[in-house]
């Protein structure tokens, strides 16, 4: 399953990299990529899987960059 989110309060471009880096080292994951630019991530994983990897990854990003929110 494919689907675009957008970041909320993502300000730092080096942020959005190691983010991008570690959610694409959650288990399940295809692949994952953040644009610093258009504040979007696109979230390529299993379908099965998909809400507890999302999950993952909001906790992920909330701890490289406290404030950043992904919106469902």
């Known amino acids: 399953m494919r689907k675009a989110f ?3 309060d993502l300000d730092c471009a ?3 990299a190691k ?3 570690a959610i694409n080292e959650i288990d399940g994951v295809n692949k ?3 644009s610093f630019m258009t504040q979007k991530m696109m ?3 299993d379908e099965a899987r998909f809400d507890a ?3 993952e990854a ?3 990003c909330a701890k490289i960059e ?3 929110v992904i919106l469902r």
């Open 32 to 34: 994952a990529t953040i």
């Open 6 to 8: 957008k970041l909320q």
């Open 66 to 68: 406290p404030d950043c």
């Open 53 to 55: 990897i999302l999950d």
């Open 14 to 16: 080096n942020c959005a």
């Open 19 to 21: 983010m991008e880096n």
């Open 58 to 60: 909001q906790a992920i």
């Open 43 to 45: 979230l390529d994983a």
